[in-house]
């Protein structure tokens, strides 16, 4: 059975640091790609970041470039997402997700990190900035 865990979230103040944690189990972890996907209260889930095993490519929202860096180790068949320079609006529940078929993530122009083929999710944690 596939699962994805997230674990890391918490209440941070502005301009701190969190690093979320997806620790798969459930597939080998060596054709995969996983993202990070979040949903504010009241807003559409928005795709946040991705990577893919095949190319070791990453791709990131234009809303935390710069900011937030994704990650996989493949002995822990963990991905990580390190959210620095943290603001209000990155308050949500973040959810990692795995694509274990096409192996590469999905980005449509105009519209970012796409869910296409995502079939596997975790149940979420809750990331909540202060001002």
């Known amino acids: 059975e596939v699962q994805l865990v997230e674990s890391g979230g918490g209440l941070v103040q502005v301009g701190g640091s969190l690093r979320l944690s997806c620790a798969t189990s459930?597939?080998?972890?060596?054709?995969?790609?996983i993202g990070w996907f979040r949903q504010a209260p009241g807003k559409e889930r928005e795709g946040v970041s991705c990577i893919s095993s095949r190319d070791s490519s990453t791709y990131y929202s234009d809303s935390v470039k710069g900011r937030f860096t994704i990650s996989s180790d493949n002995a822990k068949n963990t991905v990580y997402l390190q959210m620095n320079s943290l603001k209000p609006e990155d308050t949500a529940v973040y959810y990692c997700?795995?694509?274990?078929?096409?192996?590469?993530?999905?980005?449509?122009?105009?519209?970012?990190?796409?869910?296409?083929?995502?079939?596997?999710w975790g149940k979420g944690t809750l990331v909540t900035v202060s001002s």
């Open positions: 459930g597939f080998k972890f060596d054709d995969y790609s």
């Open positions: 997700a795995a694509d274990l078929v096409l192996g590469y993530c999905t980005v449509v122009p105009g519209i970012g990190i796409s869910n296409y083929g995502m079939d596997y």
